[in-house]
């Protein structure tokens, strides 16, 4: 059965007539016939008695009624969200400026585009992009785009509520072209204090809200995690640009 035998049979329970059926699709009587054949066959009941005023829907079919208009409305549905999705602008951007853009100030919505996450290290060495916006603090080269807006982020050291930052190694991120991880390198050399790289924001996150680690983050992530500043005189601003594709 096909997503077009569900429009047959919804415009046969419309017209109650094999021959007006045909007429309103455009179809040979033949065809409309066999496709209610295939419908009946897939699933083993007569949806429709012939009579010689027209056919009449059986109970079998009268159930069937719903479970078409159902499958129809969802698939309209499905179709209209791929399309916007399809119109959407695409939105380059790091995860820890989604959470904050997206999540935290709400400058940004789901609905208002598509993001794709990347690293700074992926940002810096692209040479093609087909985004309406990027929005990084590391370095874009990509043509055909102007600055729209530079902004900072506020970041310092965190450290689990309960933990002794001095007894702790400083987590980086494995990305190289990472400010925080390059700002974080620079602290940890100066204080001959020990460097664990991690692969994911989430999980330094994790292990610093387990007191395993201490990790140089946005402040406006402590609201939503037990995070504790561990060394209030260090305190950094990270740079973050948006570019808009001309």
């Known amino acids: 059965m096909q997503l077009q035998d569900l429009t047959v049979f919804q415009k046969l329970y419309q017209l109650r007539s094999i021959n007006q059926t045909a007429t309103a699709l455009g179809f040979a009587q033949s065809n409309i016939s066999a496709r209610l054949k295939v419908i009946e066959s897939e699933f083993g009941v007569q949806l429709f008695k012939r009579t010689p005023q027209g056919i009449v ?95 900072q982020l506020s970041a310092c050291f965190m450290q689990g509520v309960q933990a002794d930052p001095e007894a702790l190694p400083i987590l980086v991120n494995a990305d190289q072209q990472c400010p925080f991880r390059q700002r974080s390198l620079k602290f940890a050399s100066r204080r001959a204090q020990p460097v664990q790289e991690i692969d994911s924001w989430s999980s330094i996150m994790q292990l610093v809200e387990q007191g395993q680690g201490v990790a140089l983050l946005p402040k406006y992530l402590s609201k939503a995690h037990h995070f504790a500043i561990a060394w209030p005189t260090h305190h950094y601003h990270i740079p973050y640009t948006i570019w808009t594709k001309l």
């Open 57 to 151: 829907p059986t109970p079998s079919g009268n159930q069937f009624a719903e479970y078409a208009d159902e499958v129809c409305r969802a698939t309209q549905q499905l179709r209209a969200n791929f399309e916007t999705q399809a119109n959407k602008p695409k939105i380059l951007i790091s995860s820890l400026l989604f959470d904050y853009l997206v999540v935290e100030k709400q400058a940004y919505t789901l609905e208002q585009a598509e993001y794709e996450m990347t690293s700074s290290t992926e940002m810096n060495n692209l040479t093609f992009c087909d985004a309406a916006q990027v929005i990084s603090y590391a370095p874009f080269h990509v043509r055909g785009y102007h600055k729209h807006h530079r902004d």
